[in-house]
């Protein structure tokens, strides 16, 4: 068994079918049917190491490099594959206190994401800080609901992305959390903050109907739910037209398979998270059927471990 394996361990119980349009898979033989490959990070603040062996509830997990044999093993067996970040790359070790960035925005790079989103823990060394950063990243942060003009941050993000797989078109657009009270007024400056829900509502109505997106993933900041009701992940979910995936961060939400909500229009829409330091790397195949532009789902985390084998 390769040392990439070691790395691995698959939770069988993380894998299901999520239908998205009651499309058979056994009939994907008959059909041209696209396979795309989506792995999602979130909250991994800085953890470029295994936690220690004497870590309480995580010894052992995470770190850079088990995350890379993962990436590099599924790459090697699917054809068309994005790795996507929901925000919180910053903050929790003494790497980004020594190096404000640099050393996860690097490796970021070096492991091939297409995009990432921003969490409020990327403006804690202030906006500037994090847009000095931005030079090392050979991916763009996607964010759609802030404002950045008059800021270090103006021109450096884009509102959504489009990436096209063997015919399928796949829109990608992210949403922050609202920094006001969360995050020191100092440190984000000028930054203008949108309403998630009309923000969203504009870019996927936007990638559906104009650019004819198959495929549209909302990279999140938002946080999974609340008990007050405060804007979410799922409140996003309910009250959403056109998205496929929504996924999430800040919230630092273990979900293991991703959970189901119906829109605006009683379609489903798909809600992920992987908790939080890099202990899981996200997975979810999206078959679409070309001709029908019929979808389906499976999902599975993989526990991102040098102590588990399969």
Request: with cysteine; proline share 4%.
């Amino acid at each position: 068994m390769s040392n990439r394996r070691n790395f691995l361990k698959q939770f069988s119980a993380g894998t299901a079918l999520l239908s998205m349009g009651a499309f058979p898979l056994q009939a994907f033989a008959k059909r041209d049917i696209v396979k795309i490959t989506i792995l999602h990070t979130n909250d991994v603040h800085s953890r470029v190491d295994p936690f220690p062996d004497n870590d309480p509830k995580f010894a052992g997990k995470g770190g850079v490099a088990q995350r890379a044999a993962i990436i590099h093993q599924i790459r090697n067996t699917e054809r068309n594959v994005l790795l996507l970040d929901a925000g919180d790359m910053f903050q929790g070790t003494p790497y980004y206190n020594m190096f404000g960035g640099e050393v996860e925005i690097k490796l970021m790079s070096l492991l091939g994401y297409d995009a990432g989103t921003i969490g409020n823990h990327d403006f804690d060394n202030g906006i500037d800080a994090l847009a000095k950063q931005l030079i090392h990243a050979n991916f763009p942060l996607i964010n759609s609901n802030y404002d950045f003009k008059n800021t270090a941050m103006e021109g450096k993000t884009l509102p959504h992305k489009i990436f096209e797989k063997d015919g399928i078109r796949i829109g990608v657009f992210g949403m922050g959390i609202e920094l006001k009270g969360l995050v020191p007024d100092k440190l984000y400056g000028a930054t203008i903050y949108y309403n998630p829900i009309e923000s969203a509502a504009k870019q996927a109505h936007y990638l559906k109907k104009t650019q004819h997106c198959d495929l549209i993933i909302c990279l999140s900041h938002l946080g999974y739910k609340y008990p007050d009701g405060k804007v979410s992940d799922e409140v996003l979910a309910k009250e959403s037209a056109n998205i496929d995936l929504i996924i999430g961060a800040h919230t630092h939400t273990f979900i293991q398979t991703p959970y189901k909500y119906f829109n605006r229009f009683n379609q489903e829409v798909l809600v992920a998270q992987v908790g939080w330091g890099g202990i899981k790397l996200g997975r979810i195949d999206f078959y679409l059927e070309k001709r029908l532009k019929q979808k389906t789902a499976t999902a599975l985390n993989y526990e991102v471990s040098a102590t588990q084998k399969i």
